[in-house]
Each structure stands twice: as C-alpha cells, then as structure tokens.
C-alpha cells in the first residue's frame, strides 16, 4: 500500500482540523483514532467558549484570526459547527478585600487584546446588567468581546474529518496506536500488530494519549499531566439562562446558555481521573462548590435543578498553560500538537492552519514559535529537553 504523506493519530477536533488542512496543502493524510471521532477533550457534554478574553497573550493572534475564521467555517467544511456568536463577557467581581485588582486586571487585559487587534471594551455595571440580565450587584464590570460565542465540539470536529475525507483523507476510527517510530523512517505500529508507514511525518494529535504512545514508544515524554473538567447542566427557574458565554476574571466559572433553557456551567472545577483507566467521575464537593460560585454570580440559577454531572473528557495540562507544538525529533519525523490546557477548542481553526503549512513548508509559523519544544532553555521555545 502506498505510504500517506502525513499519519495523524487522534481523531478529535485538532486531528481532524490538522488533516483537513493538509489535505487542503495537496498531502495525503490517514487519520487514525482509537474510538470514535470527537469521543474524548472534543467529546463530551454541552458547547465549548469560542473566547480571547484573558488569553495569554502569546495565544492572542491566533486568537484574533480564529475568531475572525469561526462565522464562515461551517460554510467552509460544509457542514454544521454549531458556532454562535453570543458575545463574551469576563466578569470583574467586586471582592472588596482585593481592592481595585480585579478591574485593573481587566483593563490590562483589555489593552493587551486590543493591541493584538482583538475587539473588545470594558463596561460597568449598568451595561453589563443590560448585557446580562441577572448578574448580581457584586460584578461590577466585565470585559466585552462581541465576537466571541460558543460552538459545538463533537460537531466541529467531525465537520473537519468530513471536509478531509471529502479531499481525499482516509479517517480510520476504532484504530488505536501503539506505537510511533521514526526510523529508518517513520512508521506507526496499530494495536493489531500491523504497521503503517508515512512519507514525511507522524503528527500525534493524541491529547491526554500522548504520553502513553510516546512512553510505550521509548520516546522521552511531554512535561504535561491529565486532569477532567467538570461540566453541569443546571435547569434554573422561571426560564432564566445567562445570554452569553461568561467567564471570570477572579472565580473559577464560565457558564453558556444550552437549547431548551439549560444553563452550562463549567470554567476549571476539576473530576477525579483515573490514568489507568482513563476513565474521569465527577466529585460532589466540586459539583457543590461549583454550582455555589455561579449562583454567587448569577443569583438566578439559585435553586436550580442540577440535570447532571459530566466529567468524561480528559484534557492535557502544561506548567505554563500553553500548549506544546513541534517535531519531538531531530530529523523532524514526528510532529506533536499537545496540552492544551483547558482552552485549546476556539484557536484549533488557527492553529492546524499554521501547524499545516509547517509541517508541508519546513519553515516554522511565527505564531507558532512560542510552543517549540526547545532543547535549548534559553532559546524561543519552551526549554524542554528532546
Ligand atoms: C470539559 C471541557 C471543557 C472545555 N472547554 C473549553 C472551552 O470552553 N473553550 C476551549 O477553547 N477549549 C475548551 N476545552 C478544551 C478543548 O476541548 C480541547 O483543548 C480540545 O478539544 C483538544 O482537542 P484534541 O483533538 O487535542 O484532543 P481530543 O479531543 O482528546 O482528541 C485526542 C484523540 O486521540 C485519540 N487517541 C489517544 N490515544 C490514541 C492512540 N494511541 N491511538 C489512536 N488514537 C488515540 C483519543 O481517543 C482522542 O479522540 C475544554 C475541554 C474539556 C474537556
């Protein structure tokens, strides 16, 4: 059988993206993924932010063009994202014991984002209360993104493998790897014994299965760890739901307004992950504590009705909060797109756009040159050993 240019393993949304945009750049591509499509980070219960707001600001640019990308992409794949452009307030409580931190926070964000060319305008109370209904007397500003919103994930994602295999891509699911190689040249070994050789490169888009394939691999692992975001699904009363993605500057929550009047309520309260089983359980303390913080918040959903507790979809996390994209190897056989820390869903149109041209041109994308895996502490990259 003749080798594809590009073996990329992990079929959820940045798998997919990557080989629909190889594909675009003319390489042949297989994708194998250990289950189903979009079944793990780009799986899951709910919608996912589509945000700037707060980002670091080395993710700021791609941030602006994925922004920029996510209206027409649905268009542009032929099939539905489910993006919405709700607008994206990142709430300022008043936490008087903090003095005027949070608004000075705030505002520092908003110049960092406007000078990234990121829309976006700090409002006080009065605005944001018409902005949000609900919100209580406690947040006293917020940060304002128009064009930000909320998209679906299981959607996204197939709505890339679709688009790839539609130009040609061949997207193999029930396909775990167990191995990755790259030499003489590089090669994946499936869990069935049978071995898949590429033309130029093997691009791990394995998220939380990263490290396992590189350490079965006897290839050096990725300084990141697996944690479960909690999601609830809270049904409040009198048909109240929060009009747009909020997130919070100070308070672990973000909270999006679902169908049929369901409240999402997340933003890094974490489950109980088990690496053995890989299987994540939700925890009632943080099931608690979580639904407290938003009702601090949104005194409406007080009393709501808890529909339920998900916390099935392990992410990758990293010291710094930004993720890892490079050649793990000297002769630059195997690509890694890893650790995206909670937030990787809105910038993956970006991202897999610049990590494509990459991967087919040889030249590093500037944007991109942030998340190197750099064998040298002092140089652009993140200063990890090869
Ligand atoms: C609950 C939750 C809420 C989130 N909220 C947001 C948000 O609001 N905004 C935002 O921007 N981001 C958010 N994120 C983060 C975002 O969803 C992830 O960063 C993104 O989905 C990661 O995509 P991925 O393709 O890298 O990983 P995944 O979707 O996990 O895909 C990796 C795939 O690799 C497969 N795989 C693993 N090992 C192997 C192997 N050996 N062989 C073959 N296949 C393998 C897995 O089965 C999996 O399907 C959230 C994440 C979670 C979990």
């Known amino acids: 059988?003749?080798?594809?240019?590009?073996?990329?393993?992990?079929?959820?949304?940045?798998?997919?993206?990557?080989?629909?945009?190889?594909?675009?750049?003319?390489?042949?591509?297989?994708l194998l993924e250990a289950g189903e499509l979009a079944s793990r980070a780009s799986g899951g219960?709910?919608?996912?932010?589509?945000?700037?707001?707060?980002?670091?600001?080395?993710?700021?640019?791609?941030?602006?063009?994925?922004l920029a990308r996510w209206p027409a992409l649905a268009d542009e794949l032929g099939s539905d994202t489910?993006?919405?452009?709700?607008?994206?307030l990142m709430?300022?409580?008043?936490?008087?014991?903090?003095?005027?931190?949070?608004?000075?926070?705030?505002?520092?964000?908003?110049?960092?984002?406007r000078g990234h060319g990121i829309a976006c305008e700090m409002v006080d109370h009065g605005e944001l209360a018409e902005l949000e209904?609900?919100?209580?007397?406690?947040?006293i500003a917020a940060l304002f993104n128009p064009d930000e919103g909320i998209a679906d994930q299981r959607r996204t994602a197939r709505a890339y493998a679709s688009a790839a295999r539609k130009r040609g891509a061949s997207i193999r699911t029930f396909t775990p790897v167990r191995q990755v190689g790259t030499q003489p040249r590089p090669y994946v070994l499936l869990e069935d014994g049978s071995t898949l050789p590429a033309g130029r490169a093997i691009v791990l888009a394995a998220n939380f299965g990263t490290n396992a394939l590189l350490a079965r691999s006897a290839l050096p692992r990725l300084p990141q760890w697996?944690?479960?975001?909690?999601?609830?699904?809270?049904?409040?009363?009198?048909?109240?739901?929060?009009?747009?993605?909020?997130?919070?500057?100070?308070?672990?929550?973000?909270?999006?307004?679902l169908p049929d009047g369901i409240t999402m309520i997340s933003g890094g309260m974490r489950g109980k992950w088990d690496d053995e089983s890989a299987e994540g359980q939700p925890v009632d303390a943080k099931i608690k504590e979580s639904l407290d913080v938003a009702a601090s918040v949104f005194p409406p959903l007080d009393d709501g009705v808890l529909l339920s507790a998900d916390a099935s979809s392990p992410e990758t996390y990293t010291p710094d909060g930004l993720p890892y994209l490079d050649f793990h190897d000297?002769?630059?056989?195997?690509?890694?797109?890893?650790?995206?820390?909670?937030?990787g869903f809105a910038i993956a149109p970006a991202v897999a756009r610049h990590a494509a041209q990459w991967l087919t041109t040889g030249r590093t994308p500037d944007l991109l040159t942030p998340f190197r895996i750099h064998a040298n502490p002092a140089g652009p990259g993140k200063g990890c050993h090869r």
């Open 226 to 257: 697996t944690m479960v975001p909690q999601v609830l699904m809270v049904q409040a009363k009198d048909d109240y739901q929060p009009r747009r993605l909020c997130g919070h500057l100070q308070k672990t929550l973000a909270v999006k307004p």
């Open 91 to 113: 709430l300022v409580d008043a936490m008087p014991e903090h003095g005027e931190i949070g608004l000075a926070r705030a505002e520092a964000h908003q110049r960092l984002q």
């Open 1 to 30: 059988m003749e080798a594809a240019d590009f073996i990329v393993v992990g079929g959820g949304v940045y798998g997919a993206s990557l080989a629909y945009e190889l594909v675009n750049r003319g390489s042949s591509v297989t």
């Open 133 to 139: 209904p609900g919100i209580a007397e406690s947040q």
């Open 330 to 343: 000297e002769d630059r056989r195997l690509f890694v797109a890893t650790g995206w820390h909670g937030h």
């Open 45 to 66: 219960p709910g919608k996912r932010g589509v945000r700037a707001n707060g980002r670091n600001s080395r993710e700021l640019s791609l941030a602006r063009e994925a």
């Open 82 to 88: 489910g993006f919405e452009q709700l607008g994206g």
